[in-house]
């Protein structure tokens, strides 16, 4: 026997009434932060400045996620090339907008220097420092070359035949390979580096065997390395890699050389203070949030949350450290 019409229309109604309170909760406890209250009616944009599949690509992602609670619906848009360059020069010319946001780090400071960009992260505004993350240089899986010890007794006698896979020109990885150059006692200056965009181009080359070896993220390469496709042979941090406890790091393996990649979010120039308080404030409630621990532990990314003048002055030193690194091996 069906319900009467006068039964249903209220129970529908009293059932639409309760999602709409649900559906609405989330915003009216955002409306009240700072940044809610600076984007208003506006939405978040984040850009990745490389293409999907890299680090930059997944921190922007898992920031979408873990801000969502703050911000709602965030937008990440991904901007390709020249070490993230392009980007930044797309990114500039959004001078006071607090609603952009961009994701950078040491292969962008690297990249301003070997790619003379005529814009740098000077022209932003700094405003958190998130993670780090180690570099893991590996091999596919059939190559002859099985221990660290292999491949620096191949740089050693003939560099320029060690074909190394990596991201972009001035990047991380290039200063890592540069690093490890000048550690077996090779002249920087014959590397040969193959540099990518993006991480899926880097997998490719390094799946196919057309690189002697690959260097990259250690959350970039971990899943290939763990399913047995590649071979690890170190990683370049001061402590094995939580997502790789076996393989050792390159002191370990008796080279003196120790790297982390860093990644943080700037800001357009120009944004008043009042925008960058609230921007930081959101931005280091997201790098407290469960979901944002959720993700280090995932992706095996170090926690390296620095904000405020602190950031500013790292990422000073920064841009410093890279220029001599870059000039020792021949692209300063």
Not at 51 to 70: S, V
Not at 157 to 183: R, T
Not at 280 to 301: C, D, N, T, Y
Request: one cysteine or more; a negative charge; charged letters at 20%.
């Amino acid at each position: 026997m069906r319900p009467s019409p006068a039964k249903v229309i209220p129970w529908v109604v009293a059932v639409l009434l309760t999602c709409a309170v649900v559906v609405t909760a989330p915003d009216e406890r955002t409306h009240g932060s700072p940044v809610a209250q600076l984007l208003g009616d506006r939405q978040l944009r984040l850009m990745a400045p490389a293409a999907p599949g890299g680090g930059w690509d997944q921190t922007a992602r898992e920031m979408q996620n873990a801000l969502q609670d703050q911000v709602g619906r965030t937008e990440v848009h991904n901007v390709t090339g020249a070490g993230g360059t392009i980007g930044l020069s797309q990114f500039v010319r959004h001078q006071s907008d607090p609603t952009q946001l961009m994701v950078t780090g040491l292969i962008m400071v690297g990249a301003v220097k070997a790619n003379g960009s005529p814009v740098s992260l000077d022209d932003t505004t700094p405003l958190i420092r998130l993670t780090t993350d180690a570099e893991v240089i590996a091999v596919p899986k059939d190559s002859p070359i099985r221990t660290l010890h292999d491949l620096t007794a191949r740089m050693h006698d003939d560099l320029h035949a060690v074909s190394i896979a990596g991201g972009s020109a001035g990047g991380a990885e290039h200063i890592l390979a540069g690093l490890l150059a000048q550690a077996v006692g090779a002249d920087p200056a014959q590397l040969s580096y193959v540099a990518h965009s993006g991480g899926g181009e880097l997998l490719s080359t390094a799946l196919s065997g057309r690189a002697t070896i690959a260097i990259s993220g250690v959350s970039e390469l971990e899943p290939q390395i763990t399913s047995g496709q590649m071979r690890a042979l170190a990683v370049s941090s001061a402590q094995r890699a939580p997502t790789l406890p076996d393989v050792p790091t390159l002191r370990e393996s008796g080279l003196d050389v120790e790297l982390d990649n860093w990644r943080g979010v700037v800001a357009p120039g120009d944004i008043s203070p009042e925008q960058e308080r609230a921007l930081e404030q959101a931005l280091l409630e997201m790098a407290r949030s469960p979901k944002w621990r959720e993700a280090l532990a995932e992706e095996g990314w170090g926690d390296a949350t620095l904000g405020g003048p602190e950031f500013e002055t790292f990422l000073r030193h920064e841009q410093g450290r890279v220029s001599d690194v870059l000039g020792e091996i021949g692209l300063g």
